[in-house]
């Protein structure tokens, strides 16, 4: 049986590796520290966002060695899909902005979602890994959905054996992992346990590994909050100290959550970077502290 850091390592080293959580746990600074850690190690790394405003869409950008970001866009995925099948140039132009075709592709239900997933399945092949901040927990959930629903939609033609190679690829446990970011407060952790069940429903044979994020460190980790602890602490801390002492304690107390679902995880502390250095510090922090606990 793998260790926690053994599952979270052998995770990460997929090809196709989702990045999962509620909005707000951190999704896009660790996946952007795992993709670090892993262009480190010479492995050709995509990190991919989804549709994200504030960076260009649709541009394949280099981060660095070995290391290129992608913001996957639908206009220019649905576009280079049409061009793929269609594969005469003037044809696919007209093809795509055509104005039925523009309405159908935005309203048919699933169709934006598994031409998002689909521009990512298809840029797997051109690298070692390729690391997915996923939207937050409800619209990721959906991008898979789309691509079952679609997979029984269409009985055949190119989008039904599109979509049942999609589902193959997702479900294979030696090319695609997923693993779940939570911070260690009550409402991220039991989401995220529901996020789970999902991901156990559509891909048995594939678990998720877990990690959670911005955990304060430990000042005496010889107590354990107990009913008769919580009772003696002064809900107004009169120091640093105590402050600290009573959020750490919290803390255990929530990941109790996952604790008692049989959930096994590691855990990310947190970091307070430079402010001075302006080079991303949080990234290389987050990933310097993944390859110290072995998940990279």
Not at 19 to 45: D, E, F, Y
Not at 118 to 131: A, N
Not at 200 to 223: C, G, H, M, S
Request: aromatic share 8%; charged share 20%.
């Amino acid at each position: 049986m793998y260790s926690v850091s053994k599952k979270i390592a052998v995770t990460l080293d997929r090809n196709l590796v989702f990045v999962h959580g509620k909005g707000g746990v951190g999704k896009t600074s660790v996946s952007q520290a795992i993709a670090l850690g892993l262009a480190a190690k010479k492995k050709r790394t995509l990190w991919v966002a989804i549709e994200d405003p504030m960076r260009p869409p649709g541009e394949l950008l280099p981060q660095g060695p070995n290391l290129w970001h992608l913001n996957c866009s639908f206009k220019l995925a649905f576009e280079e899909y049409a061009g793929l099948k269609i594969g005469m140039p003037r044809l696919t132009h007209l093809f795509v902005q055509n104005k039925l075709m523009q309405y159908l592709a935005k309203a048919a239900p699933g169709v934006h979602e598994i031409v998002l997933l689909g521009k990512i399945w298809y840029e797997r092949t051109r690298y070692d890994h390729v690391i997915v901040d996923m939207p937050s927990t409800g619209y990721g959930l959906a991008m898979f959905q789309s691509t079952e629903n679609i997979s029984h939609l269409f009985g055949g033609g190119p989008l039904h054996k599109d979509a049942e190679s999609m589902l193959k690829t997702l479900r294979s446990p030696e090319e695609t992992g997923h693993i779940i970011i939570s911070l260690p407060e009550e409402m991220p952790l039991r989401e995220s346990l529901e996020l789970n069940d999902f991901l156990i429903r559509n891909f048995e044979k594939n678990p998720a590994a877990f990690l959670v994020n911005r955990v304060f460190p430990q000042i005496n980790e010889t107590l354990e909050l107990s009913p008769a602890l919580t009772e003696r602490i002064n809900p107004l801390a009169t120091s640093v100290e105590d402050y600290a002492q009573m959020r750490s304690w919290l803390e255990s107390f929530n990941l109790r959550i996952w604790k008692d679902a049989g959930i096994h995880y590691g855990a990310l502390r947190q970091v307070a970077p430079d402010l001075q250095d302006s080079e991303s510090p949080l990234i290389r922090l987050l990933c310097e502290q993944l390859q110290r606990e072995a998940y990279l």
